[in-house]
C-alpha cells in the first residue's frame, strides 16, 4: 500500500519525506513501567522551498516559540485519510538542513518536535506532564 504525508503548520502544507514518532516510558529492572509515558516527540524530513525554510529556521532559533500542527498520513490510491496526529505547544528541539545533490529530493530538512500534548487519530490524546511556565 503507497502513502504520502504531509505537515501542516502556520497555514502551510509541507511534504512529509520521513516520519517518526516517539511514545516511551520507563521501566523497573524487571521490566514493568515505572513512570507515565511520555509521547508527543518526533523526528520529521520535510521538502522545503524557502520560505518554509525560513519559518522552520526561525521556529527552531527561538526558545520560547511553540506551535500546533497536524500530520496526515493518505493512501495514495484512494486519496483518503488513513490517519491524523495533532500536536500543540510544540518546540523545535532541533534543525538539520540537507543537500544532497544526487538525491531525487535534494534540498531537505529535518526537525526534531516536542510537544506537550499530542492526539493520535480521534480517540488517543497524551498530554505530557510539563511545568507551568
Known sequence: MSFYSRL???GKEIVILNCSIDIAQDSDVTGRPSARPIAGQFTIRLQVDRQTD???AQWALSPNEHKRGKIT???SNSMSVEQNIEFNEAYCLRYNK???AEDETPMSVSLHISAKGIKIGANDEHVNNWPSA
Open 98 to 100: 540537507n543537500f544532497d
Open 8 to 10: 501542516e503548520i502556520d
Open 73 to 75: 498520513f493518505i493512501k
Open 54 to 56: 525560513d519559518m522552520l
